[in-house]
């Protein structure tokens, strides 16, 4: 099958991760994939994504102009490639995809990864809310099919007004090679110095929410622990200056951005492998990194973590303290594991044991995919 591959992503964070996933996946299966995105003289930043922007009427708008940009690259690429359909991820107040497809009788479907205009309505991102709501919810219910990556963000979906009928649930995946083989963190921690210490770990894009410094109090109590920060982000530098506020800024080592092929060996590493928080409609990748090296994961206990993880088989789940109470829960969570090599081994087994029971690669998302532009085609649907 030819299908063609939009998005609006200039950031090579986490985000291009599951672009390339999808992408290489469906190429691997025998389908012919064109991908069209952000050309590097619009800008497209090497980085990670900063998060969302500031609330700009001017910059919304732009927003919404540069679909016209986006259907003429659309519709230039379709002119020798001849897609059969259309996948594009969503991005807010991008419609160009949707729109082209539907001007060409394809199937098109749309995969969103967080509710953007509810996301950035809370982080002081949008001047025009309503009608990034308003354009958001029309675009993907114009979409043949949504997919959400958990059933907690196809519920707020749902109730934002999008069509429950029309969400498939495809919770992100790893590269299949990532099970065949156990990684081996032994060589990292002899170069990095670190035998026989307790490591911490956490891999991703470093923001304020990650909130990783509830691992400090447990730092501070422990000088054989290290925190290893495997990632990049806007929340280094606070993170720094809190450290060396209290007195651990020795034992929390940053090591910025890896290849992807390096981050697995890294994530093996480590003793226990740290989720301080997520987001509550996330897929979060990072989960699957340390289920995939077999690491003993610990993290908040939320709805959507547990459409994969069983508390105390897969995971150790802690309650979240309300903003501003001590992170006790956390805290005693993190001892227990520290204090029990035998219960991190059981942890990490089951994590790995869940990726394939789960099925959670990114070849096992293309077919879902494919199977539903199938469908989609058989049915008439864009036509």
Known sequence: MKILYHHRTRSHDGQRVHIDGLVGALRRAGHDVQVVGPRAADGRAEGGDPGPPRASVLRELAELAYNGVERARLASVARDFAPEAVYARHALFCGSAVAFAK????PVVVEVNAPLALERTRHGGLALAGLARRHETAT????????AVTRVLAELLAAQGVARERIDVHWNGL???ALARAADGAPVRTRL???GRLVLGFV???????RLERAFPFLARHDDATLLVVGEGPDRARLEALARARGVAGRVRFLGSLPRDEVLAHVAAFDVALLPEVTEYAS??????YFAAGRAVLAPDRAN???VVEPGGNALLFEVAPEGSPDGAFDAALERLAASPELRAKIGAAGRETLARHGLTWDGNAAKVVARFAELRARGSGR
């Open 193 to 195: 110095g670190l035998d």
């Open 175 to 177: 590269e299949p090679d």
């Open 305 to 307: 973590l547990r459409e």
């Open 204 to 210: 991703g894009f470093v923001r304020d929410w990650n």
């Open 140 to 147: 993907l219910n114009r979409a043949d099919r949504v997919v």
């Open 103 to 106: 001007g060409r009788g394809l």
């Open 284 to 289: 979060p990748l990072k989960l699957l990194d």
